[in-house]
């Protein structure tokens, strides 16, 4: 009996050591099962982010491929060049004018001052609408605005009635040369000249293009060219460099002003 029962406890010790073993080593087996699941979950995401990040740096660098293909397809169009820029409020000397003969001939009539015909038909000019023709295609001929220049001459002579340094027979419509103290200044041989010297001295001034027709005017290479290119610019008082036609205070302005008043002519 004896035996028998320790027959019966020494198999349900084997028995008992079986299942534990089984059992640690099912756990064992678990366990490693575990982590080789888990080290091939950690690889594949791993891996997809590895090829996400990639199939984003190949997204960018087709970006970047295309932004640079766009680019280069087609040269950028070449910046326009720069255009003049008129100042604001100012009035150019060069230019197309607006302004007629007939309103030049209206504006010398408003003062109602005779035109001294006697003087001037001798340089060729016998009437007023024979003199403000000559401004006109003399003007055209450099690009000047004749209004500019033919008012500039009824304030620098008082409309034509001089009674300065220089006197009417110098056909010198614009003070050229005159320096004050009676010094009298340019002459010229006809209207014509004078008219001509006088255009060319304002295109010295107003721009560093050339002379279209031959220089009459001897004191154009003393000019700094485009030193004013407005004609209240004139003024040296009113030039920001402090070049300028004369010194009298708002020489040009006045020129203006006189510019509008023509300007209503009919």
Not at 65 to 75: K, Q
Not at 101 to 128: N, R
Not at 129 to 152: D, H, L, S
Not at 241 to 251: K, L, M, R, V
Request: proline share 4%; hydrophobic share 35%.
């Amino acid at each position: 009996m004896n035996q028998k029962m320790k027959k019966i406890w020494l198999e349900v010790g084997l028995a008992v050591a079986l299942v534990v073993s089984l059992s640690f080593l099912g756990a064992k087996m678990g366990s490693e099962h575990q982590k080789k699941e888990a080290k091939l979950e950690l690889a594949e995401a791993e891996n997809k982010s590895a090829a996400e990040k990639q199939e984003g740096s190949t997204a960018d660098g087709a970006s970047e491929g295309n932004a640079e293909a766009g680019s280069g397809a087609s040269d950028p169009a070449p910046a326009p060049e720069a255009e003049e820029v008129i100042a604001d409020g100012q009035y150019p000397i060069m230019g197309k004018s607006s302004v007629t003969v007939e309103q030049m001939v209206s504006y010398f009539l408003s003062a109602e001052l005779p035109y001294p015909a006697e003087q001037l038909s001798k340089g060729g000019a016998d009437s007023i609408e024979t003199f403000c023709q000559m401004y006109y295609e003399e003007a055209a001929a450099e690009g000047v605005r004749p209004e500019v220049a033919f008012v500039q001459t009824m304030k620098e002579t008082g409309w034509l009635q001089y009674g300065g340094d220089s006197s009417i027979e110098q056909f010198n419509f614009a003070g050229l040369g005159t320096t004050g103290g009676g010094v009298a200044g340019n002459s010229y041989p006809d209207v014509r000249t004078g008219i001509r010297a006088q255009i060319q001295h304002l295109k010295a001034y107003a721009t560093a293009d050339a002379l279209a027709q031959e220089c009459v005017d001897d004191r154009y290479e003393y000019v700094m060219k485009g030193s004013a290119p407005y004609v209240e610019w004139l003024g040296q008082k009113e030039n920001p460099g402090g070049q300028g036609w004369a010194t009298a205070e708002n020489y040009g302005y006045s020129i203006v002003e006189m510019i509008h008043s023509m300007n209503q002519m009919k």
